[in-house]
């Protein structure tokens, strides 16, 4: 009966161990709302990323990480050269990667429904240049739309990290968010490189150079957001570069040149693509997972 005893007890606490691996259950429950927010943008990149590069998702990369949640809508594989879907496999896998960081260290929720198809960014290119282009944008028919695309989605969740830093009170999350907003810079930086270099080129076939496109894009990040200027496109007047001498704008950020910060609403307002962080739409049409974002769910 004794040895009955042990082993029952034993397994229970295997099964506790095992269920908790990975996961601080010290972390106060701010810092664990405040961390796992961020997965849905995670979720979000890491599709479209692998998707663009691979034509195939999490569910054949990392399944273990989807948490049974549902496949996107609408991914494929983006026309590429070589050298730009080396870049985009390396941010795809980088994506993989901050996923389990996060899931490691907070439980986390499964993949919410992400619409990343055709559909949904044309939907989006025309809200921000305010006109219905024809043909529809496509961000997976050529190598320039797939970057003004990519272009939409890393800078939402870099200004999210810096917003979400202060707010945080353990060092273990500070130094998590550290982590991930560093990779997250880097692959905005990037994009943004890869834009600027064609910044005066015509966007075919809508007669819209890339900068404009970056502009106008930025421009409808700031009026959704609701707070102010945080977005800035390739080229901006010269009082708004760094030290109000130069109008290039490879790197956005303030007049300090420090990076841009939102709050979870902010970005709520944004991804969802309505202004509202209660009403999704847009990256999330059935809302974010977490308990930030659906606490705002009506």
Do not use: W
């Not at 997965?39 to 479209?48: D, I, P, Q, S, V």
Request: glycine share 10%.
């Amino acid at each position: 009966m004794l040895t009955y005893l042990t082993s029952v007890i034993f397994t229970c606490l295997f099964l506790a161990v095992s269920t908790t691996k990975g996961q601080n259950s010290s972390l106060p429950q701010s810092d664990v709302n405040l961390l796992e927010f961020p997965l849905n943008l995670e979720y979000l990149e890491a599709e479209f990323f692998l998707y663009g590069s691979l034509g195939y998702g999490l569910d054949q990369v990392a399944s273990n990480l989807t948490g049974g949640g549902p496949p996107p809508i609408g991914g494929k594989i983006a026309n590429l050269d070589p050298f730009t879907r080396d870049i985009v496999l390396q941010f795809a896998y980088q994506e993989v990667g901050h996923l389990r960081a996060i899931k490691n260290t907070v439980k986390g929720f499964p993949r919410p429904q992400l619409d990343i198809s055709a559909d949904n960014f044309a939907k989006i290119i025309n809200d921000a240049l305010k006109q219905t282009l024809n043909p529809p944008f496509d961000p997976y028919a050529n190598q320039l739309n797939y970057l003004l695309a990519s272009y939409i989605i890393p800078y939402v969740g870099l200004t999210g990290y810096v917003g979400t830093n202060p707010k945080l009170q353990t060092a273990q999350a500070k130094r998590l968010v550290a982590g991930l907003l560093g990779v997250e810079s880097a692959q905005d930086a990037v994009i943004r490189t890869l834009l600027y270099k064609q910044r005066l080129q015509k966007v075919k076939p809508y007669n819209i150079t890339v900068a404009d496109f970056t502009d106008r894009i930025s421009e409808e990040r700031n009026n959704l957001g609701k707070q102010g200027l945080k977005d800035e496109g390739l080229l901006v007047p010269l009082e708004l570069g760094a030290e109000g001498r130069i109008s290039g704008n490879v790197i956005a950020g303030d007049r300090d040149s420090l990076a841009y910060d939102r709050s979870p609403e902010e970005i709520l307002r944004i991804v969802y693509g309505t202004g509202n962080e209660s009403v999704p739409g847009g990256f999330l049409p059935q809302g974010g997972g977490g308990q930030i974002a659906r606490s705002y769910l009506i």
